[in-house]
């Protein structure tokens, strides 16, 4: 079974910046798109951005402008930068990766890592 390791999380005050990083446990063939997801207490998961094999990226309204989501194809790896963070950011972010496997498709998840940013 592929795990999606994540690291990167932590304490920040708002208006500071961290970097989440996600990699597969080892390499995964036929990803279609890695992406980030984030759930707050209380709260349903929700998507943050997402960004494709062919670089097709998409954001929540919530993030525009101030997180950027990049991926490194060779390591499969999918990293989120955000920056000018704020108290609503705080949740646990789960890293995401769909694809198909030869004609069997996959939709794996991290085990999240905690954000949270004070005020």
């Known amino acids: 079974q592929v795990q999606l390791v994540e690291s990167g999380g932590g304490l920040v005050q708002a208006g500071g910046s961290l970097r989440l990083s996600c990699a597969p446990s080892r390499i995964l063939f036929g990803i279609n798109a890695m992406g980030w997801y984030r759930q707050a207490p209380g709260k349903q998961r929700e998507l943050v951005a997402t960004i494709s094999t062919g670089d097709s990226i998409s954001y929540a309204d919530s993030v525009k402008g101030r997180f950027t989501i990049s991926r490194d194809n060779a390591k499969n790896t999918v990293y989120l930068q955000m920056s000018s963070l704020k108290p609503e950011d705080t949740a646990v972010y789960y890293c995401?990766?769909?694809?198909?496997?030869?004609?069997?498709?996959?939709?794996?998840w991290g085990q999240g890592t905690q954000v949270t940013v004070s005020s």
């Open positions: 995401n990766a769909q694809g198909r496997n030869f004609l069997t498709p996959y939709n794996y």
